[in-house]
């Protein structure tokens, strides 16, 4: 069992086991078990998998590092994403004052808010990233030193002035190490500045049901979660709050931050800050998801036995697999990253999406696109390559049209 990954406490409360069935090689794979620490609230994801399977899964598969798969998150590839970034370097801007400051980007991807700061202005930046392509990118595109490996094992030999870590420690199993570690590459004073999913929002907006709830993010992190680690750190906490951005489906998607500074501060009076909020938003975003799974596995397309090709088998395919699996559904998986080519889901061998090609579609087969957004695009080029290959194409539909 995980302790609590703040305040390392065992009174583990279990609140939701969400069915999942993920590529075998990753090291969360199962059903994804939320849990609460009773002691100081904080929701995470109840994993086996040790920070060193963790570090080996991002070095090895950094879905950053291939430019056709990318899209929020990427490190500032798509405009979306800049603004993105923007935004953040924005918010980052109220505390730090000088632009000679050395900065270390943890987890930078391909740099895109390495690129931002330095755009305006902040030239003593640095990048780290467990994934080689993308600290060899970021290295090339913006001319700094990029420390590649895991963060836990980089040796930085020097200090920062800030650390920024956006959207990383909702992945981190040893989050107080993490933390640790920054601290001791922080100078007296620094200013560490965190970003993550916004916990107390994610009832705000259902991009697919459990989204949030995923083989990566197995921390679930409100504002009043900052205040606690800073609590337990002993350094001083600043601020926490959340922001928003766009996202591709014309939805705000929210993020949680916090900021705090390498200060010794006497906590001895202090005890931990709970948001109830979050509980109530917990709760709220886990029945609206059930619903909507509810609403999904309804549809005639899964039960009337015929053979439903999936294809793009991402996070909202990996909980329909185990859904589907458990109705006994006719399943072929595909999907276009040749980097899932013949890996297994339980046991479902994951096909090349162009070889769909190949299939002997029957009248009543269909092609399920489990993308929310990129369906559209993906539909035109398997049509395209369907008319190419002189083959007619089974009928398509889209998560979005049956939820
Ligand atoms: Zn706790």
Redesign the pocket.
């Known amino acids: 069992m995980r302790p609590?990954p703040?305040?390392s406490?065992g009174n583990v409360l279990l609140i939701e086991i969400i069915p999942l069935l993920g590529y075998n090689d990753y090291p969360i794979n199962g059903p994804y078990i939320l849990s609460q620490?009773g002691?100081?609230g904080?929701y995470y994801g109840n994993v086996s998998a040790s920070q060193t399977d963790l570090d080996n899964y991002y070095i090895n598969l950094s879905k950053y590092e291939n430019i056709d798969t990318i899209a929020m998150g990427s490190g500032g590839i798509t405009p979306l994403d800049q603004m993105r970034l923007q935004k953040t370097f924005r918010n980052v801007l109220k505390y730090i004052n000088d632009k000679a400051i050395s900065i270390l980007d943890v987890g930078c991807a391909n740099g895109g808010l390495l690129h931002v700061f330095q755009s305006n202005g902040y030239l003593n930046i640095h990048g780290n990233d467990p994934s080689r392509i993308c600290a060899l990118r970021t290295k090339q595109n913006l001319g700094c030193i990029v420390y590649e490996g895991s963060f836990f094992k980089v040796d930085f030999e020097r200090t920062f002035d800030l650390v920024t870590v956006t959207h990383v420690l909702e992945h981190v199993i040893d989050v107080l190490g993490f933390m640790r570690k920054i601290l001791s590459i922080l100078n007296e004073d620094g200013i560490i500045y965190l970003e993550c999913p916004d916990a107390n929002s994610y009832n705000k907006v259902i991009h697919s049901p459990n989204q949030e709830f995923n083989t990566e993010h197995i921390n679930h992190f409100d504002s009043s979660d900052y205040y606690n680690l800073a609590f337990i750190l002993d350094v001083e906490y600043i601020d926490s709050g959340s922001i928003s951005f766009s996202t591709e489906t014309n939805n705000e998607y929210f993020a949680s931050f916090g900021v705090l500074r390498k200060r010794k501060v006497d906590h001895s009076n202090d005890k931990f800050r709970r948001d109830s909020t979050t509980d109530h938003a917990i709760k709220d975003y886990l029945k609206s998801s059930f619903m909507a799974m509810v609403n999904l596995l309804n549809c005639s397309e899964f039960n009337r036995g015929n053979r439903i090709f999936m294809y793009g088998i991402g996070q909202l395919s990996f909980k329909l697999i185990a859904m589907l699996e458990s109705m006994n559904c006719n399943l072929i998986l595909y999907d276009g990253d040749t980097r899932n080519k013949g890996k297994k889901i339980g046991n479902y061998v994951v096909q090349y999406g162009n070889d769909i090609v190949f299939e002997n579609f029957e009248a009543d087969d269909v092609i399920l696109i489990c993308s929310i957004i990129s369906f559209t695009s993906i539909k035109n080029s398997l049509i395209t390559f369907f008319n190419d290959s002189k083959k007619v194409a089974p009928n398509f539909i889209s998560i979005q049209d049956l939820m």
């Open positions: 609590c703040i305040c406490k620490c002691d100081c904080f």
